[in-house]
Antibody, heavy 122, light 110 residues
Framework: QLQLQESGPGLVKPSETLSLTCTVS??????????WGWIRQPPGKGLEWIGS???????SYNPSLKSRVTISVNTSKNQFSLKLSSVTAADTAVYYC??????????????WGQGTLVTVSS | QSVLTQPPSVSAAPGQKVTISCSGS????????VSWYQQLPGTAPKLLIY???KRPSGIPDRFSGSNSGTSATLGITGLQTGDEADYYC???????????FGGGTKVTVL
């Protein structure tokens, strides 16, 4: 059974870089047909797709965050990572990683990690 | 402001049916497939429906999805107290080149 687990600091200072890692277990991150994505949810608000990566390193980012986001993959560790630079209080959210199926107009996320709350505060 | 529009809340008595609408445009729902997610309080979202109307293994057939033009609908029949949750629609937006979600709908069982 595929499982994903986010890890990283729960508190980041304004203007610094948020860094999170997602560890995939029960399956290979090198599976064809699947991307691996990051989604966030500010407290009490809805979901926002941040971006996704294919095991080969091909990335796709939300245009609204693209200038600040970098997603990378480490196939040897079965992990992928998120870096979000120049954070502000508006980046405070629960960050989820998820397997992302994306092909020919079809796009869905399953399964999801449990999520990790990242607070931006000095 | 979400790209996809959902009603903030719907409610019904146990055993009844609710429907949740998700309105978009030709650049998203009109030309791409829709997925639906259930988020129980304090938990991560869970895939309920993908490719407009397909259910993953383990999802009961009380949950159904449908599409018409630039709108999609999630239906829940035989409503149970355990169905109280937030529900989100999602799809790809070809103009934005981005995954997009609705703002979420809270289902309350009266």
């Amino acid at each position: 059974q595929l499982q994903l687990q986010e890890s990283g600091p729960g508190l980041v200072k304004p203007s610094e870089t948020l860094s999170l890692t997602c560890t995939v277990s029960g399956g290979s991150i090198s599976s064809s047909s699947y991307y691996w994505g990051w989604i966030r949810q500010p407290p009490g608000k809805g979901l926002e797709w941040i971006g996704s990566i294919y095991f080969s390193g091909i990335t796709s980012y939300n245009p609204s965050l693209k200038s600040r986001v970098t997603i990378s993959v480490n196939t040897s560790k079965n992990q992928f990572s998120l870096k979000l630079s120049s954070v502000t209080a508006a980046d405070t959210a629960v960050y989820y990683c998820a397997r992302d199926f994306h092909s020919s107009g079809r796009n869905w996320f399953d399964p999801w990690g449990q999520g990790t709350l990242v607070t931006v505060s000095s | 402001q979400s790209v996809l529009t959902q009603p903030p809340s719907v409610s019904a008595a146990p055993g009844q049916k609710v429907t949740i609408s998700c309105s978009g445009s030709s650049s998203n729902i009109g030309n791409n497939y829709v997925s639906w997610y259930q988020q129980l309080p304090g938990t991560a979202p869970k895939l309920l429906i993908y490719d407009n109307n397909k259910r993953p293994s383990g999802i009961p057939d009380r949950f159904s999805g449908s599409n018409s033009g630039t709108s999609a609908t999630l239906g829940i029949t035989g409503l149970q107290t355990g169905d109280e949750a937030d529900y989100y629609c999602g799809t790809w937006d070809s103009s934005l080149s981005a995954g997009v979600f609705g703002g979420g709908t809270k289902v309350t069982v009266l």
